[in-house]
């Protein structure tokens, strides 16, 4: 999960600049994504999760044949690897834009607290654009235990990594 969880945080540090949304409103009048999600933010958010997923191959294979432990890795053709990081990063930034969207809609100023949702949103996306990329993958990495466990530990790392980007100064809230 882990060029999942970075994106999002890593959107927040290197974005600004133009909002994807490019300003625009819709018919209720108010913004489609808002200022908070830009161009620079989702591809530096992307390259770093893609990034950290390369680093976390060559990583796990070094402990793998050093500990005698087998983890799952993103392993497979060189294409496989990158539609998966590519999957699991793109993913996670397009989880809590749709999510955005619809806080939009509900009249919710940006950085309003959702609870789970805005824990768990990029989780989904990740998980969603994986599976249809990659199904095989997917189903062979995320079992039924391991979801279970993703959706209990997320929130928890979420919260954490949020206070401490808002004791940054990179978050406005800290949550």
Known sequence: MLPAYIPNSMAAVFGGGRPIDGGRVLKDGRRILG????????FAGIACGVLLGLLQMALLS???EHLDISLPSFSGSGSQTMVVLLSLASGSLFGDMFKSFFKRRFGMKRGASLPLVDQLDFVLGAWAFT?????GWFTLNFTRNIMIAVLIITPLIHLATNVIGYLMGVKKEPW
């Open 35 to 42: 200022d908070g999600k830009t161009y620079r933010g989702l």
């Open 62 to 64: 070094s402990m793998s």
């Open 131 to 135: 599976y249809l990329s990659s199904p």
